[in-house]
């Protein structure tokens, strides 16, 4: 669903003219679009958090894939990015720092974790990396 196309290159190597205008690698996302996920991501990803939300903030983000599928590289990078931090802020089953969850209103020692996110075959994929112990 994120994963970049064969055409985001526009075709043949060499085919860029210098003109930003013409390489799709170069082309913003649309200022409509734009205003769209910000306002999924304002919303699900707000400050008190919930699985409901990020849920249907998730399943908005699918949606606007789905109708920009044949959107630029910007656009297609910006969704996978917010379906990203939406699977790690759903996949984070607690409450800590900056991310609260008010269906998880505790903090849980497994996850006392980096979470990160990779992008593999068009979906994003979610894991915890233990965080390096810090010496004196």
């Known amino acids: 669903a994120y994963a970049p196309k064969a055409s985001d290159r526009g075709g043949e190597p060499g085919a860029y003219s210098?003109?930003?205008g013409s390489d799709p690698m170069l082309a913003e996302a649309s200022p409509v679009f734009i205003h769209r996920l910000s306002e999924i991501l304002l919303e699900g990803l707000g400050i008190v958090r919930d699985e409901a939300g990020l849920r249907d903030a998730l399943?908005?983000?699918r949606g606007l894939a789905g109708e920009s599928s044949g959107g630029t590289l910007?656009?297609?990078n910006r969704l996978?990015?917010?379906a990203a931090m939406l699977e790690s802020a759903l996949n984070r089953r607690e409450s800590r720092?900056?991310?609260y969850r008010s269906d998880?209103?505790?903090t849980d020692e497994k996850y006392r974790r980096t979470t990160a996110a990779t992008l593999e075959n068009g979906e994003v994929r979610i894991f915890l990396r233990s965080i390096p112990e810090r010496r004196a």
Do not use: C, F, I, M
Request: glycine content about 12%.
């Open 18 to 20: 210098g003109d930003p």
């Open 59 to 61: 399943d908005k983000v």
């Open 74 to 76: 910007r656009e297609r």
């Open 80 to 82: 996978a990015l917010a």
């Open 97 to 99: 720092g900056a991310h």
């Open 104 to 106: 998880y209103p505790e």
